[in-house]
């Protein structure tokens, strides 16, 4: 049975069509599950109690729960649990412009990549794009306060997923359903060739964020298992072919690895690889794990790399560090719960 957080606007007009219905009656349910936050059919009291019945046979309207949180000054992690009992995490974050979440899109990662905590335990299954939503609302429950920017950067890697992503972002996109605005929308991908190619044939105006952390190819294999599949010079030539026909800056990130990635030749070979795009860098200091070998960066050798890509011309920033009192690596509180 199909989670009505599962289906985007436009498939519910038609599953009403389907049914005899006005397609308005999808505005109506949108409505009293997103604006209203109302959860069960029998309670949207503007729709006839026959029609109530139909869509409590033909959808289910279970929820994720929340099985732990921790907080720190700005950051609240949490851990969902799902139906089958795996589990998934979500970190909010409280900036000057407003709440931001990152969330996950799938149940472990195959991606691999040498420094992140989600990839250690593999993937499982795809989140069905009900539980993305859920995460946003069950937070937004708990704070009692309104999440404006979303970030598809937890545990699993979203192009991996796509048909689900995209219904989760035109659900939170949707005038009618969390009104998230696109640009106030980003998707991370580890480089994921042919369906960056995709996703810029949607025509939707969300922010595309490169998981680069490597200015070569040597280093970049050894760091991140995709580059093998999907080479650097191509995934440059992607980046070079999605901002022109999205018209889109790509942001390219950057997690600060200490005496791996963090020397002055490294920010110089950044600088060449990245010359002539349409990209800004986000400099992420490292979260360490108690699983992971890596150490992140020194602030000093974060503030010399910044410098170098900023006196060569290129538009870079430097992430401010979040949760450093909590298990904020990505997938590190799942990784607990999983492990007991």
């Given at each position: 049975?199909?989670?009505i ?11 009403f ?9 999808a ?28 869509l ?9 729960t929340?099985?732990?949180k921790?907080?720190?000054?700005l ?5 969902f ?24 899109s799938?149940?472990g990662?195959?991606?691999?990549c ?12 795809n ?17 009692k306060?309104?999440?404006?920017s ?8 979203p ?7 995209m ?33 810029a044939e ?11 952390h490597?200015?070569n ?6 760091l ?17 072919e999605y ?8 942001t ?36 360490e ?17 910044y410098d170098i890509?900023i ?10 560090e ?19």
């Open positions: 049975m199909r989670n957080y599962g289906i985007k606007r436009s498939d519910l007009e038609e599953y069509l389907s049914k005899g219905e006005k397609k308005y009656k505005l109506q349910v949108f409505e009293w599950l997103y604006e209203k936050k109302v959860r069960k059919f029998n309670e949207m009291t503007n729709i006839k109690k026959e029609l109530q019945d139909v409590a046979n033909d959808f289910s309207n279970y929820f994720i929340i099985e732990k921790q907080e720190d000054k950051t609240k992690k949490y851990l649990k799902l139906q089958d009992n795996n589990y998934i995490e979500a970190v909010l974050m409280e900036h000057d412009y407003g709440l931001s979440i990152c969330v996950s799938e149940v990662c195959n991606m691999g040498a420094f992140c905590e989600s990839g250690r335990l593999k993937k499982v299954r989140l069905e794009s009900y539980e993305m939503v859920e995460q946003i609302l069950l937070v937004e429950e708990d704070i306060k309104r999440i404006s979303v970030v598809i950067m937890g545990i699993g890697e192009l991996d997923n796509y048909d689900n992503v219904d989760f972002i035109k659900t939170i996109n949707d005038a009618k359903g969390l009104a998230i605005g696109a640009r106030h929308i980003t998707l991370s991908t580890c480089g994921l060739i042919p369906k960056i190619q995709k996703l949607e025509n939707i105006q969300i922010n595309l964020a490169i998981s680069l490597a200015p190819t040597q280093l970049r294999d050894k991140m298992p995709i580059n093998k599949a999907y080479k650097l010079k191509d995934l440059i030539k992607t980046i070079k901002s022109a026909k999205t018209n889109r800056r790509v390219i990130e950057y997690v600060m690895l200490n005496g791996v990635n963090d020397n002055e030749t490294q920010a110089l070979e950044l600088v060449s690889l990245l010359k002539g795009l349409n990209v800004y860098v986000n400099l992420i200091p490292y979260n794990t108690s699983h992971i070998e890596f150490k992140k960066s020194t602030p000093e050798r974060i503030k010399k790399f890509l006196q060569k011309g290129l538009t870079a920033t430097t992430r401010k979040f949760g450093s009192k909590i298990d904020a690596a990505c997938g590190q509180l799942r990784s607990k719960e999983v492990k007991s």
